[in-house]
C-alpha cells in the first residue's frame, strides 16, 4: 500500500513556468524525500526532508514539509523541456523504509 | 550514475520458471531494498536487507526470497514466475537504515514473463 500519495497524478506546463506537486500521506513520518525518474529508467534523488524541517532547497527545486497537515510540496522553477519525468515522494512512515507514491508525470513543452 | 549495478538489464522468460537477479550497491553503503514497479501497483517495497541481515519486508510474495551476501551484494530471486511478475525490479542502497538516510537506486531489471 502506499503512504505517500502526489497530486496531481498529471501535469503539463510550458517551458519557463513553475511546476508544484504535492505529496500527501497518512502516518506519521522521520523523513520525506522526493525522487524523480525518466521514463522505464531508475529512480533519482532530488532531496530529503527531514520532519523538524520546514523548507529545503536545491538548485531550482524547493521543498516545504507540513507535518501538521500530512504533506509535502515539491516546486520546480522555470521549467525546462528535460525537467519531463515522473516525480515521486517517498516517506518512511516511522519505520526507515522509503515508501512510495504512484507518482506525478510531468510534461514540460518546449 | 547512481553507483547502484543491477544485472541483468533485461529478461525474458517463461511462466513457471525461476530467474536471479542482482544488485551491487554503492561503495561502503550497507543497506540494500528491493521494490518492484508495475503500471498497475506502481513501486511496491519487498525487503530490505542491512549488513547481511534480513531488516524489513513489505509485500514480498512466498515464490519471491533475497539474501545479501558478505561483500554486500544481493540476489533477488523468483520462481515460479507468473505473468503478474512482469514488472520493473529496482534495488536501492543506502549508507545506514535511520532516518537521514537518502536511499540512490539501479536503473532496474526489466522482467518480462511470456
Known amino acids: 500500500s502506499q503512504q505517500g500519495e502526489e497530486d496531481p497524478q498529471a501535469l503539463s506546463i510550458q517551458e519557463g513556468e513553475n511546476a508544484t506537486m504535492n505529496c500527501s500521506y497518512k502516518t506519521s513520518i522521520n523523513n520525506l524525500q522526493w525522487y524523480r525518474q525518466n521514463s522505464g529508467r531508475g529512480l533519482v534523488h532530488l532531496i530529503l526532508?527531514?520532519?523538524?524541517?520546514r523548507e529545503k532547497h536545491s538548485g531550482r527545486l524547493r521543498v516545504t514539509l507540513d507535518t501538521s497537515k500530512k504533506s509535502s510540496s515539491l516546486l520546480i522553477t522555470a521549467s525546462r523541456a528535460a525537467d519531463t519525468a515522473s516525480y515521486f515522494c517517498?516517506?518512511?512512515?516511522?519505520?526507515?523504509?522509503?515508501?512510495f507514491g504512484r507518482g506525478t508525470s510531468l510534461i514540460v513543452h518546449p | 550514475d547512481s553507483g547502484v549495478t543491477q544485472t541483468p538489464k533485461h529478461l525474458i522468460t517463461a511462466t513457471g520458471q525461476r530467474v536471479t537477479l542482482r544488485c551491487s550497491p554503492r561503495?561502503?553503503?550497507?543497506?540494500v531494498y528491493w521494490y518492484q514497479q508495475s503500471l498497475d501497483q506502481g513501486l511496491q517495497f519487498l525487503i530490505q536487507y542491512y549488513n547481511g541481515e534480513e531488516r524489513a519486508k513489505g509485500n514480498i510474495l512466498e515464490r519471491f526470497s533475497a539474501q545479501q551476501f558478505p561483500d554486500l551484494h544481493s540476489e533477488l530471486n523468483l520462481s515460479s514466475l507468473e505473468l503478474g511478475d512482469s514488472a520493473l525490479y529496482f534495488c536501492a542502497s543506502s549508507v545506514g537504515s535511520g532516518a537521514d538516510t537518502e536511499a540512490f537506486f539501479g536503473q532496474g531489471t526489466r522482467l518480462t514473463v511470456v
Open positions: 526532508i527531514r520532519s523538524n524541517e
Open positions: 517517498a516517506t518512511d512512515g516511522g519505520s526507515y523504509i522509503p515508501t
Open positions: 561503495s561502503g553503503d550497507l543497506s
